[in-house]
């Protein structure tokens, strides 16, 4: 048994350095010990126009230099490959590089009389368990027993593709793709590109490492409790989780097919808020409802502001409380935001008891005890890591439901939903208008060091909600500005966990990120009112 999971950790990884070994010309420079904060290495490895294509465009500067053809789609894509092999070496983010499928493709857009579609020449890198375009496609989902099963695209996939985009790089995904940290037996411990002490989050953490050193402007990650906003956060990259039925995953490869209790959703992870717009504009453009006949039929129409907003601002959500380079963010934010006439309420969550939504998600997240994941693991006799352990086997509402079980818990669920609509539209008591988004806390901290993201909170509990969700990066951890606050006694066991982890030596460089959550299918909405809060920010 033993020999069967070792010998897809040798073929997958196997496969993965041929992958790199075709890297022209190959990385030179390379520091014999990695350093603490990786990001500074690009320019030590990379030549200057390298350099020049991967940081100094924002993603609609780039579209229109290769619309007008004032970059080649070959030139761009070489640059962002030998990025994405840097990132690799730095950060084990990669499953594999798709160096001669991703020049073929761009030699190809470049021979084209007029440059086609939406996404022409962008380069886009994607989560390996979602699949891919092309011949010979494998995913493993990051289970031994599914390394080398073949898997094609999905329908998002082919919709990028159809607006010219090139897929150049796969990245990793944590053992059974629930955890908010990447760690797999297949491809090892993915490292935050700031700080290798700390996680890039997960499960879209390779991504998130890839974002983070600057070797793509745009990756795709999915979203089921927290992993696009929590990678992106720990990176301090700009994130969407979008409300359900909105964006499609048909085609990718996961377990549980057929689950509806709670679902995934993919979204974007980018360099620059423009792009979470762009993504979205584009796959929905395409009425991928006309295919998968899951999905809302709704168009994407941007949404425009006819007055100041008004924000509730969540400073904790009443079982953990955040480190303090979390809530000096939060006050700079709400300060911004006062100051630029927008109207600050507090939302006081302690009432809407998000320990039990806590209890629900766990329990619609494995419905069956967790007995095919471990089924998948045991088939081969794959190590179940630490943080698989504590997601299945540690949470005490994970049980094998009854029908009649689960029909109850989707009953608790959605009497949870009922009670946060009526605390939401209770905002509009005093004056006529309801808050427009909350403003709270994308994480309970910044990156956290490595295993010890064992809560949630923060963000699966709008996954319990489905209410759509945007990170953006508001500033990094100062230990002079950050102490540790001796004065505080954490409330709750998670809070004490929580509150031990922390003094700012630790988090040395790290990113801090912020989240806003709007209502359910006021995603536009949600956008919009980032773009507004930017702008007081001053950006």
Partial sequence: MAASWEAAVSDVRAAREASLAKVEPRLQGLPEGLPRNSTGLAKVVLSPRELEITENYTITQLLAALRERKL??????????????LAQAATNCLTGLLWDEAIERARYL???????????????????????????????????????????????YDTLWDEGCVFYARTTQPQTIMHLETESNLYGLTVNP??????????????????????????????????????????????????????SLL??????????????????????????DLFMKVAIS?????????????????????????????WWDGVVRPHPPMLRAMKEVSDA??????????????????????????????????????????????????????????????????????????????????????????TAEEDGQEVDV???????????????????????????????????????????????DTSYIPKTEEDKFVHDMYSPDKYVDAPVSLQLIGRRHHDEKVLAALAEIERAMGR
Wanted: with cysteine; net charge neutral; charged share 20%.
């Fill in 72 to 85: 080649s789609v070959e030139e761009v894509t070489r640059a962002y490959l030998r990025r994405a092999a």
């Fill in 337 to 426: 935001c006062k100051k630029a006439g927008m109207k600050i309420v507090e939302w006081d969550c302690e009432p809407l008891n998000h320990r039990k939504g806590w209890e629900i998600i766990t329990s619609l997240y494995w419905p069956d005890g967790g007995k095919e994941v471990m089924g998948l693991l045991n088939s081969t006799g794959e190590p179940i890591l630490p943080l698989t352990k504590f997601i299945i086997e540690e949470q005490p509402s994970v049980k094998d439901l009854s029908q009649a079980e689960l029909w109850q818990r989707c009953v608790e669920r959605d009497q949870y939903r009922e009670a946060y609509a009526r605390a939401w539209n209770k």
């Fill in 110 to 156: 470049d021979s084209l009389p007029e440059p086609k579609g939406q996404l022409f020449g962008l380069p886009i890198s994607t989560k390996e368990h979602h699949g891919m375009v092309g011949d010979n496609v494998t995913s493993s989902a990051s289970y031994a027993c599914w390394a080398g099963k073949q898997h094609n695209s999905n329908l998002l």
């Fill in 194 to 247: 700031f700080n290798r002490d700390l996680t890039p989050g997960g499960s879209s953490g390779g991504e998130a490492a890839m974002l983070g050193m600057r070797a793509s402007i745009l990756g795709v990650g999915g979203d089921i409790g927290g992993s696009v906003r929590c990678p992106c956060s720990h990176v301090g990259v700009y994130g969407f989780k979008p409300t359900l039925k909105r964006i």
């Fill in 251 to 276: 085609g990718q490869r996961g377990h549980m097919a057929g689950k509806e209790a709670i679902l995934p959703t993919a979204g974007p992870m980018a360099l620059d808020r423009e792009a979470l």
């Fill in 286 to 314: 395409a009425k991928p409802w006309r295919i998968d006949p899951s999905l809302s039929m709704q168009e994407w129409t941007p949404y425009h502001f006819d007055r100041p907003l008004k924000i509730a601002v969540q």
């Fill in 438 to 484: 909350i403003l709270c806390p994308a994480s309970f901290g910044a990156a956290t060091p490595h295993r010890q993201s064992r809560y949630w909170g923060y963000t699966a509990n709008w996954n319990l909600l489905d209410y759509p969700g945007a990170v953006f990066p508001v500033t990094v951890v100062d230990p002079s500005k950050d102490p540790v």
